[in-house]
């Protein structure tokens, strides 16, 4: 028995499920993770992968990069935690202004899922409308808001959402098909607050916008009344400095940020309109608030995060896309030279292989793919010191450090 089993086996008299959060089991047991640094992980036994899960995107510039490492080690020898306004999220406020002009004004939250709850509250207490629509298969993080549809891990374990969510929540969520603009029209009515919309989907695997899906996504809801959400949780300084919305041209109303904002450290922010964001609390009616938020270590880990990621510029995103696509080519073509019925979908530095021949466009299409073989190949991969996480219904993420035998392993 290796020590990862011993570990799980401990695990599961202590920690619930045996994992602190459901994407990371996997059968008969999942590695324990014992340290990183750059494009590698290593387990409790001391092997080492390459890291293609890259903490499910938060590790664009891999980890322990030097910048981010230096400056949340300043930041502990001058306090963890103050729960005072510092000079420092006004920096960090300024610089995800400067890459997301459409975020007018920021609120610096601890994780994804506090960002979209408290977009979505916001929208809904901006316009003084109810309801939401989302879009099949998209995840916004584990709220009653949001948990309708989802993709990750509640479409990897079959859940249509959770047991103990409030169906009266539910009820004002309605879903829409990705990549079907007359889907959401169907959808849309003048009691809806926002639409809410990963703009590349990557909770179902990688599916991009067909083209001018997200344009028509923002006439829509626009025509409506509605706000428009940019979840970019995911895409945000993944896709480009300026995220999906710099790459695709389009100017939500409200964006989400986290994960690659942090550089490994728990951070997100909601952004937008200066009149919208001025409805939330002490200025505006719509409450969210936090202790942690805007904590010093995890403020410092994203100015330099940002910073390195200006610092390294065009060319950072230039390399990984180079990168992403030259690994998707050769996944494809090894696919290929089998005879193996597939299909590879990418965005800049995510991709994601679904064993299927029919193209991968939504919820349905993900769904139909062959899940078993994908998780066969998972484990077949961790064998040979690779790590992509082991759902279908994720992503995998090159990073900044990756090397060329990492890639070449890969
Ligand atoms: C698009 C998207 N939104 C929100 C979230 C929730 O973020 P967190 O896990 O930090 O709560 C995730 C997490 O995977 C996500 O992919």
Not at 350 to 355: L, S, T
Request: hydrophobic residues 45%; positive net charge; contains cysteine.
């Amino acid at each position: 028995m290796d020590r990862s089993a011993r570990l799980y086996e401990r695990a599961r008299r202590a920690v619930a499920s045996g994992v602190n959060s459901p994407v990371r089991h996997y059968d008969p047991y999942p590695f324990f993770a014992e340290r990183a640094a750059g494009g590698a992980v290593w387990d409790a036994d001391g092997r080492r992968y390459v890291d293609l899960c890259g903490a499910y995107g938060a590790m664009l510039l891999g980890h322990r990069n030097a910048a981010v490492v230096s400056a949340v080690s300043r930041q502990l020898r001058r306090g963890t935690l103050y729960c005072m306004p510092t000079a420092e999220e006004t920096e960090l406020a300024e610089l995800i202004s400067r890459d997301y002009p459409s975020m007018r004004r920021v609120r610096l939250v601890n994780t994804g899922l506090e960002a979209t709850m408290a977009a979505i509250r916001l929208a809904r207490g901006h316009t003084g409308r109810p309801k939401i629509v989302k879009f099949d298969g998209c995840y916004h993080g584990a709220h009653d808001y949001a948990l309708v549809r989802a993709g990750s891990g509640v479409a990897h374990y079959g859940l249509a959402d959770s047991a103990g969510s409030l169906r009266a929540a539910a009820r004002q969520t309605r879903v829409a098909r990705y990549n079907d603009a007359a889907s959401l029209e169907a959808a849309m009515d003048d009691g809806v607050a926002a639409v809410i919309v990963e703009p590349v989907m990557a909770n179902m695997g990688v599916i991009p916008p067909r083209r001018g899906f997200l344009r028509s996504v923002a006439r829509i809801a626009r025509s409506h009344g509605a706000l428009l959400i940019f979840d970019e949780t995911v895409t945000g300084y993944r896709l480009g400095r300026g995220g999906a919305q710099g790459a695709y041209g389009v100017r939500p109303d409200i964006t989400t940020l986290g994960k690659a904002l942090g550089g490994g450290l728990p951070i997100a922010a909601l952004g937008g309109r200066r009149d919208v964001m001025e409805s939330l609390a002490p200025m505006g009616p719509v409450y969210e608030a936090s202790t942690f938020a805007g904590n010093p270590v995890s403020v410092a880990a994203a100015i330099a995060s940002v910073r390195e990621a200006a610092r390294l510029g065009a060319r950072l995103y230039a390399r990984l896309d180079r990168e992403c696509a030259a690994l998707a080519s050769s996944v494809s073509d090894a696919a290929a030279s089998r005879g193996i019925a597939h299909t590879v979908n990418r965005a800049g530095s995510m991709f994601q292989v679904f064993f299927s021949d029919a193209p991968v466009t939504d919820r349905d299409s993900a769904m139909a793919a062959d899940r078993a073989r994908f998780a066969r190949l998972a484990a077949l991969l961790r064998e040979r010191g690779v790590f992509v996480p082991p759902s279908q219904f994720e992503a995998s993420f090159l990073c900044h450090a990756h090397t060329r035998a990492d890639l070449a392993r890969a």
